[in-house]
């Protein structure tokens, strides 16, 4: 079974940062997917941005230049630097993994983490 814990969330004004870390433990087999989604109320769940075991990275537009996703692959650990925050970023972040065991994909949801940007 794999768990993906999530830290890092927070009450931020805008212009400000955050770091938000999520670490796997349990049967998280490579290669694998990471990533942070967030869910805004009365939203539907979007991704923010992605990153394989091999180091390509994805983001949705408006982050861009923004956020900065990065991994430790060998703490299956990965980070999500978030500056120039602005109110609209507000959301639950979730941490999700994706990995595949004998041909299948498994795909696996931490928790989420509150993050909030005042004006």
């Known amino acids: 079974q794999v768990q993906l814990v999530e830290s890092g969330g927070g009450l931020v004004q805008a212009g400000g940062s955050l770091r938000l870390s999520c670490v796997a433990s349990g049967n998280f087999f490579s290669p694998n997917v990471m990533g942070w989604y967030r869910q805004a109320p009365g939203k539907q769940r979007e991704l923010v941005a992605t990153i394989t075991s091999g180091g390509s990275s994805n983001y949705l537009q408006s982050v861009k230049g923004r956020f900065t996703i990065s991994r430790d692959n060998g703490k299956n650990t990965v980070f999500l630097q978030m500056n120039s925050l602005k109110p609209e970023d507000t959301a639950v972040y979730y941490c999700?993994?994706?990995?595949?065991?004998?041909?299948?994909?498994?795909?696996?949801w931490g928790e989420g983490t509150l993050v909030t940007v005042s004006s």
């Open positions: 999700n993994g994706q990995d595949y065991f004998r041909g299948n994909a498994r795909n696996y």
